[in-house]
Each structure stands twice: as structure tokens, then as C-alpha cells.
């Protein structure tokens, strides 16, 4: 049974930084496309980051977090991470992790970015 879990959400000033982790279990994600959605109150769900497999080492970012956040994996704890840097309020969102072969989603974490 794929299951994906988030966990690091919380309140952070600005300019501050947080750790997203999604574990997954049921597979091992090194094999798998593995992507990070974010969704504001009143807006459509937006892709943040990509990572391909681990062989194929990729990543991809929304030009809105390019340079502040990094996607990555942790194969042996079968975790995905977001770091997230120099967080600015319009980052505020629940933040979701996915794989995009069968379409799992994790329930997802609040970010909530605010002085």
C-alpha cells in the first residue's frame, strides 16, 4: 500500500527557513518521480519542485522558489525533502508531496510564513 506522509509545517518569520520531509512506504521513491505541490487558501494547487530517479539525479523548480528551496532525497530513510530558505509570505501554503506514476498524494503539511 503506497502511503506518502509530510511532516516539518510550521510558522516561520521572514527570511526563515524550514525542512519538509515526505516518507514514503509501500515503495522505495529512488525509483519514482517524486514532486512537491504547494496550494494557498483561494488558489489552484502549483508544482514547486522535481526530482527525477535517483540514476537519473534531476531536479526542476517553479522560477518562484529557484535559488531559496531544494528538493532531495534520503534513499536509505526512503525521505523526500524540501529545504526551504529566505521564505517570503507568498510562500504560505499547505505543501504536498506526490508521485506522479499512479498519482499519490500525501494529506500535506501548513507553511505558514508570517511576522
Known amino acids: 500500500q503506497v502511503q506518502l506522509v509530510e511532516s516539518g509545517g510550521g510558522l516561520v518569520q521572514p527570511g526563515g527557513s524550514l525542512r519538509l520531509s515526505c516518507t514514503a512506504s509501500?515503495?522505495?521513491?529512488?525509483?519514482?518521480?517524486m514532486s512537491w505541490y504547494r496550494q494557498a487558501p483561494g488558489k489552484e494547487r502549483e508544482l514547486v519542485a522535481t526530482?527525477?530517479?535517483?540514476?537519473?539525479?534531476?531536479?526542476s523548480y517553479a522560477d518562484s522558489v529557484k535559488g531559496r528551496f531544494t528538493i532531495s532525497r534520503d534513499q536509505a530513510k526512503n525521505v523526500v525533502y524540501l529545504q526551504m530558505n529566505s521564505l517570503k509570505p507568498e510562500d504560505t501554503a499547505v505543501y504536498f508531496c506526490?508521485?506522479?506514476?499512479?498519482?499519490?498524494w500525501g494529506q500535506g503539511t501548513q507553511v505558514t510564513v508570517s511576522s
Open positions: 509501500g515503495f522505495s521513491n529512488r525509483s519514482y518521480r
Open positions: 526530482t527525477g530517479t535517483a540514476v537519473s539525479g534531476s531536479t
Open positions: 506526490f508521485r506522479q506514476l499512479g498519482a499519490y
